[in-house]
């Protein structure tokens, strides 16, 4: 019985302009990176950081987790790049798909933390920044798996099952046409977690790193049984894919990880940036950040992205002021 409603598989990848190839997986992380580093720029300045002090970190930063998502890529299924018949120079061939996601968050972690210690600024509170649009990266990026037909799920009669051209089915589903979109749950997923993270970074003025780890508790837990609907090739532990053994020790790490930083520093960071030839601040709660006589949480003010017109906080000396004099991003 034929499907009545499917989701189309695009009709190409690949789009030429003269002899520049533009690929669409290409695009959706280059869109991704940017949406992050925008994000992430606009919320840094809203809690009194300067202009420029994002940029110059994700250039220490994008580059890290590129290759680092590359790495645990290889790493993870060597046999794909190093097994007979097989040309590893494909390892090189990034526009063909495998970034994983692991390897690109702790690797571009280790990059922004190079440079926020060469930017004199406090690597929790720029990670809190980050995670609603990593996520949203995260979000646009899986598209490009839709644009190359991978990373699909088991066949499925479902009206938003998607197509997969023959070409690009694994060999024992060679007559099966449609197929779980797991590429869009995921996407969906990572949309809903971007908005978690915001709605409890203002509710419960997150501070020192746990809105990220709240985004990593909250990824992980999607990404674990969506990697349960998926067929194509992983390598298998104890009837585990590798990637679910990973989610469960992601997501105890920063459990664990989220309960000690809360009980040693609530609150939030009352300094971000520091000048230069300054030693960093030592960690403490921001008193705006604490809470109010009736036990809710104290009023927004700007550190979350929305910057109020009265707010009234001095950036950090560092030369070119941040904040406008009526308390916006200039």
Not at 261 to 285: C, F, N, Q
């Amino acid at each position: 019985m034929r499907p009545y409603a499917y989701i189309p598989s695009p009709s190409q990848g690949v789009w030429h302009l003269g002899p520049l190839p533009l690929r669409g997986y290409a695009l959706c992380i280059i869109v991704g990176i940017i949406v992050a580093v925008w994000t992430c720029d606009r919320r840094w300045r809203a809690r009194g950081g300067s202009p420029g002090t994002v940029g110059q970190i994700a250039t220490w930063a994008v580059p890290f987790g590129l290759v680092g998502g590359r790495i645990y890529h290889v790493a993870t299924d060597p046999e794909l790049y190093f097994k007979h018949g097989n040309d590893w120079v494909h390892v090189f061939y990034v526009w063909n798909g495998g970034l994983g996601i692991w390897g690109a968050i702790a690797f571009g972690a280790l990059g922004a933390y190079i440079g926020c210690r060469r930017a004199h600024a406090s690597f929790p509170a720029l990670a809190d920044c980050l995670a609603p649009g990593l996520a949203l990266a995260q979000a646009i990026g899986r598209w490009g798996n839709y644009f190359n037909q991978e990373l699909y799920g088991k066949p499925s009669g479902l009206p938003w099952a998607v197509k997969i051209d023959p070409p690009n089915r694994l060999p024992q589903y060679a007559d099966v046409a449609n197929y779980q979109p797991t590429f869009l749950y995921e996407s969906l997923w990572d949309v809903g977690t971007a908005l978690l993270v915001y709605w409890a970074y203002r509710r419960f003025k997150m501070g020192h790193g746990r809105a990220f780890l709240l985004y990593v508790m909250a990824y992980v837990a999607g990404r674990s049984w969506i990697e349960y609907l998926r067929v194509d090739h992983a390598n298998h532990i104890l009837g585990l894919r590798l990637n679910d053994w990973t989610c469960i020790v992601v997501f105890a790490g920063a459990l664990i990880t989220f309960i000690v930083s809360l009980r040693r520093s609530p609150g939030r960071e009352a300094v971000i940036e520091w000048p230069t030839g300054s030693a960093a601040p030592a960690s403490g709660p921001d008193p705006a950040s604490d809470l109010d006589g009736d036990g809710e949480a104290g009023a927004p003010s700007g550190d979350d992205g929305d910057v109020e017109p009265d707010a009234e906080r001095s950036p950090p000396e560092r030369g070119t002021p941040s904040l406008a004099d009526d308390g916006r991003p200039s």
